[in-house]
Nanobody
Framework: QVQLLESGGGSVQAGGSLRFSCVAS????????MGWFRQSPGQGREGIAS????????FYADSVKGRFTISQDKDKNTLYLQMDNLKPEDTATYYC????????????????WGQGTQVAVSS
């Protein structure tokens, strides 16, 4: 089973930036989809960004559109999330995820998860 390992969490002040990386333990097919999710205390898991590994088409939740950018390096089997203009409401645990042969625009279809990395944004 594929393993997903995130890195890059931390603490930052509002308006700052962070960048996440997620390395997959095996080759990700061009027909698969990778994404980022987050979960705040007491809240459900929210899909925030996804990308087709083959075509590069991306999808974003309205809550992060224009501030976060998802990208990938297929040669390194690595997914990235650049987060700019961070807000206190972005405080959460962030997860890398994989959906095998799914529609990237439906965040409910992802089935493989990383262990999560935490972000704290102070005002």
């Amino acid at each position: 089973q594929v393993q997903l390992l995130e890195s890059g969490g931390g603490s930052v002040q509002a308006g700052g930036s962070l960048r996440f990386s997620c390395v997959a333990s095996e080759y990700i097919s061009v027909s698969d989809c990778m994404g980022w999710f987050r979960q705040s205390p007491g809240q459900g898991r929210e899909g925030i960004a996804s990308i087709y590994t083959g075509g590069g088409n991306t999808f974003y939740a309205d809550s992060v559109k224009g501030r976060f950018t998802i990208s990938q390096d297929k040669d390194k089997n690595t997914l990235y999330l650049q987060m700019d203009n961070l807000k206190p409401e972005d405080t959460a645990t962030y997860y890398c995820a994989l959906g095998k042969q799914v529609y990237c625009g439906n965040f409910r279809l992802f089935s493989y998860w990383g262990q999560g990395t935490q972000v704290a944004v102070s005002s």
